[in-house]
């Protein structure tokens, strides 16, 4: 999501059986195979750095291939992606270094012109980049899942539920700046996962500084035929905090997915709220357990429904490494992505913050670096 002026943008959950006369947040127990993260360090790339006539920023997701670093921006202007080198140890970043700009491309191989695509996510399959554009609800243009190859040119994309179009309706479709915020590949090798960042409007209301029912779904596509199949839902938090300072804006949402086992995910749910000189980001990552969520994808509406959404539980909460922290800013962070295992083995995880191109103040591009322990 790309916080705008009009839409602008510690608790072990784990939830069971409810319906929508919803049944509040059930206290989970810690996975007896759980993980823990460890915080290492912080990496900031300059405020306004120029790479080939691009301002390098609005990072929205990044994703390794083994040998290259991919980073989307969501500049609508110039929709693209840049390659590059993150290298890093144990003891922290060594250098991000930008290699090269990639612009996304239509089948005939004209650059995507401007406003008619909102990029977000990214992944890398082999030869094919799959990234989600949240499109322009709005202006009645539907979000999408993507599929390019490595020099952006456009080679298919995904065949979208009814569900996910827009409705030109306020009680059913998906909400502006809340449908395909992340994306993740499937362990099995057999497909992709995305996920909303805000609930549909017939599936629950968005989330405010009180508990509300306001589930999202993670769904999955084909890789063969390109189709949705099951979905699960997930329980969004409260709002952190409220606005302060006379402004009034606030939002939480997922905002990236990571599959590290079958049907375990690494969730990132960040909340956001206006008039806080620290940026009023509040973000947390989340272990999340689908195994035994209920399939979602035959329901119209989760309201009044009878489901099993997965189990959360809060694995590392980014207030506890704020002070820490350039300014002790906890930024649009928004992206996450496996890196190459420490030498003890462990798997490294690097995260990176949508800095808006500062647009509405000073913000930060962002990257930190995380140690994936079992």
Same mark, same amino acid.
């Given at each position: 999501?790309?916080?705008?002026?009009?839409?602008?943008?510690?608790?072990?959950?784990?939830?069971?059986?409810?319906?929508?006369?919803?049944?509040?947040?059930?206290?989970?127990?810690?996975?007896?195979?759980?993980?823990?993260?460890?915080?290492?360090?912080?990496?900031?790339?300059?405020? /306004?750095?120029?790479?080939?006539?691009?301002?390098? $920023?609005?990072? =929205?997701?990044? #994703?390794? %291939? !083994?040998?290259?670093?991919? *980073?989307?921006?969501?500049?609508?202007?110039?929709?693209?992606?840049?390659?590059?080198?993150?290298?890093?140890?144990?003891?922290?970043?060594?250098?991000?270094?930008?290699?090269?700009?990639?612009?996304?491309?239509?089948?005939?191989?004209?650059?995507?012109?401007?406003?008619?695509?909102?990029?977000?996510?990214?992944?890398?399959?082999?030869?094919?980049?799959?990234?989600?554009?949240?499109?322009?609800?709005?202006?009645?243009?539907?979000?999408?899942?993507?599929?390019?190859?490595?020099?952006?040119?456009?080679?298919?994309?995904?065949?979208?539920?009814?569900?996910?179009?827009?409705?030109?309706?306020?009680?059913? /479709?998906?909400?502006?700046?809340?449908?395909?915020? $992340?994306?993740? =590949?499937?362990? #099995?090798? %057999? !497909?992709?996962?995305?996920? *909303?960042?805000?609930?549909?409007?017939?599936?629950?209301?968005?989330?405010?500084?009180?508990?509300?029912?306001?589930?999202?779904?993670?769904?999955?596509?084909?890789?063969?035929?390109?189709?949705?199949?099951?979905?699960?839902?997930?329980?969004?938090?409260?709002?952190?905090?409220?606005?302060?300072?006379?402004?009034?804006?606030?939002?939480?949402?997922?905002?990236?997915?990571?599959?590290?086992?079958?049907?375990?995910?690494?969730?990132?749910?960040?909340?956001?709220?206006?008039?806080?000189?620290?940026?009023?980001?509040?973000?947390?990552?989340?272990?999340?357990?689908?195994?035994?969520?209920?399939?979602?994808?035959?329901?119209?509406?989760?309201?009044?429904?009878?489901?099993?959404?997965?189990?959360?539980?809060?694995?590392?909460?980014?207030?506890?490494?704020?002070?820490?922290?350039?300014?002790?800013?906890?930024?649009?962070?928004?992206?996450?992505?496996?890196?190459?295992?420490?030498?003890?083995?462990?798997?490294?995880?690097?995260?990176?913050?949508?800095?808006?191109?500062?647009?509405?103040?000073?913000?930060?591009?962002?990257?930190?670096?995380?140690?994936?322990?079992?």
């Amino acid at each position: 999501m790309k916080l705008n002026l009009n839409t602008l943008l510690v608790l072990g959950l784990g939830v069971s059986l409810f319906s929508c006369d919803y049944v509040d947040d059930v206290i989970g127990e810690t996975p007896k195979d759980s993980i823990a993260l460890r915080y290492i360090d912080e990496y900031v790339i300059l405020d /306004g750095t120029q790479y080939q006539n691009t301002v390098f $920023g609005g990072i =929205s997701g990044l #994703d390794y %291939d !083994g040998t290259t670093w991919y *980073m989307i921006s969501d500049d609508p202007n110039q929709p693209r992606f840049y390659k590059g080198a993150i290298t890093f140890n144990e003891d922290g970043f060594k250098e991000v270094a930008i290699k090269d700009v990639v612009f996304f491309k239509d089948q005939l191989g004209n650059q995507l012109h401007d406003g008619i695509t909102d990029p977000e996510a990214i992944r890398i399959d082999g030869n094919t980049i799959i990234w989600t554009s949240e499109g322009n609800i709005n202006n009645n243009l539907p979000p999408s899942v993507n599929f390019t190859n490595l020099n952006g040119m456009f080679t298919g994309e995904a065949i979208l539920r009814d569900a996910y179009l827009p409705q030109n309706s306020e009680e059913k /479709g998906p909400r502006h700046n809340g449908v395909f915020e $992340g994306v993740s =590949s499937a362990v #099995d090798g %057999d !497909g992709y996962w995305v996920n *909303m960042e805000l609930p549909l409007k017939q599936d629950g209301s968005e989330p405010l500084l009180e508990d509300t029912d306001s589930p999202i779904r993670i769904a999955f596509i084909d890789k063969a035929t390109g189709k949705f199949g099951k979905e699960f839902a997930y329980e969004l938090d409260p709002v952190v905090r409220p606005a302060t300072n006379g402004t009034s804006f606030t939002v939480n949402g997922v905002v990236e997915i990571l599959e590290y086992e079958k049907d375990r995910f690494l969730v990132l749910e960040r909340s956001f709220a206006t008039g806080y000189a620290d940026g009023g980001n509040d973000v947390k990552i989340y272990e999340v357990d689908a195994t035994d969520a209920t399939d979602v994808s035959n329901m119209e509406s989760l309201k009044g429904a009878t489901y099993k959404p997965a189990k959360k539980t809060l694995l590392f909460d980014f207030e506890s490494v704020r002070n820490r922290l350039t300014q002790s800013i906890v930024d649009n962070i928004e992206g996450i992505a496996f890196g190459p295992d420490f030498a003890n083995g462990n798997k490294s995880l690097v995260l990176v913050a949508d800095n808006n191109f500062s647009a509405f103040g000073p913000q930060l591009n962002q990257f930190v670096l995380l140690e994936l322990q079992k």
